[in-house]
C-alpha cells in the first residue's frame, strides 16, 4: 500500500498560517454579521406581515452572493491559499498581494451588502455607482487568486511525491478556480444590468453565478479535497489519477451544459405550464426552479 505525502516536507519558504487566517476570520464576519443578519430579517419579515416587494428581493440576491462568496467562498479560498502551495510543494506566488486581494474583496462584498438594497429602496445615483464598483472589485480579485495559484503551480516542486499529489486533483482545483474567476467576471455584469432592472439583478444572470459559485467553486474544491484526504486517513491506495480525471471532465462537462440551459432554456419561463410557478400576494418566483430564489414583485 502507497500513500502519497500530505504536504511538502520543506515547510521554511511557505507563507504561514497567520498570512491566510485572515480570510477565515473575514469569512466568519462576513457570515454571522452580514448573511446571517439578513437570514434573520428575510424569515422575519413575512411573519410580521410588512409588505414584501422588491426590497426584499434585493436582500434574497444580496444574502445569497454574501453567503456564498462572503462566508462559503473566503473560508475555502483561505485554506486553499495555505494549503494548496505546500500540496504543490512550491511557496505561494506573489504572497505580498494576500491582504491585498483580501481587502478588495471585502470591500467589494461590504459594497453589494449596502448598495444593492438601498439602490432598491431609494433609486439613488449614487448607490447605482457603489453596486457598479462592487463589481469591479470583484471582478479583480477572484481572478487574482486563479493568478496566484495558477503560477504556484507552475513553480518547480521541491519533491517528486507532492508533484504527484497536486496532479491527481490538479482538474478538479484548476477548473474550481477558474470557474471562481468567471463568476467574479459575471458579477460585474449582472451589477451593470441590475441598474436597468431597479436594482435587481435578473434571474437568469443571478442563477447562472450561483451555480458557478456553488456547482462552479465549492463542490469541486470539496471533491478534490475529498480525493486527496480519503486515501491517506483511510490508509487505502489512492484513487488513479486517470479516473479522477476522467471524473472530473464529466463533472465539468455537467456544469457546462448546466449554464448553457440557463442562458439558452429549450423551454423559456413564458411557456412553462401555469403551475410551475406557485405566486403569492406579494412576490412571484421570477423563473421555475430558480437556483438563486430571486423573486420579482408581482
Known sequence: MRSLPLTSPDDQNHVSFARTAPYLRAALLLGSGGGFALASILTLTPLS????????AALVQTHGHLQLFGWAGLFVVGVALYFLPRLRGAPLAWPALLPWVLGVLISSLILRFLSQPLL???GWFLWALLLVLSGVLEA?????ILLMLVHTTLRRSVSTSTLEGIHSIAPFILSAFVGLALAGILNLFNCMTALASNGLVPAMGDEANITLGLFGFLV???LAMSTRMLPLYARIQPFPTQLVRVLALAYFAGVICWL??????????????SNATPTTDHCSCSRPGNASGAYEAS
Open 220 to 222: 469541486p474544491v470539496a
Open 120 to 122: 432598491v429602496v431609494t
Open 140 to 144: 479583480l480579485a477572484l481572478p487574482a
Open 49 to 56: 406581515g410588512i409588505p414584501l416587494g422588491t426590497w426584499w
Open 260 to 273: 448553457l440551459g440557463i442562458f439558452f432554456p429549450l423551454f423559456p419561463a413564458s411557456d412553462a405550464p
